[in-house]
């Protein structure tokens, strides 16, 4: 079982930035991958960006070429790195897990960005 928690949200002007965090009870290699989601009013849970155990990254086309997704073994902390904010980027970010067939959900932080 793993136990995620994220943190690092917040409001944020347009074009601005910001970093969230997700620390995770285990250690980040031991998890085959790992994501950011975001979810937006009346809108599905969607993926942003994900990082696999061996490094490889993937990104939603929103947010390639803004956003980095990265991870710090030693802190056990994954992080995703959020520049040229938009307001359409407003939403919960989750992190999200998969280890052995599980997956693994933080209970969110609030990322808004005014128009």
């Known amino acids: 079982q793993v136990q995620l928690v994220e943190s690092g949200g917040g409001l944020v002007q347009p074009g601005g930035s910001l970093s969230v965090s997700c620390a995770a009870s285990?250690?980040?290699?031991?998890?085959?991958?790992m994501g950011w989601y975001r979810q937006a009013p009346g809108k599905q849970r969607e993926l942003v960006a994900s990082?696999?155990?061996?490094?490889?990254?993937i990104y939603a086309e929103p947010v390639k070429g803004r956003f980095t997704i990265s991870r710090d073994g030693s802190k056990n902390t994954v992080y995703l790195q959020m520049n040229s904010l938009k307001p359409e980027d407003t939403a919960v970010y989750y992190c999200?897990?998969?280890?052995?067939?599980?997956?693994?959900w933080g209970q969110g932080t609030q990322v808004t960005v005014s128009s």
């Open positions: 990082i696999t155990s061996g490094g490889s990254t």
């Open positions: 999200n897990a998969r280890r052995f067939g599980d997956v693994y």
């Open positions: 285990v250690d980040v290699f031991s998890i085959h991958s």
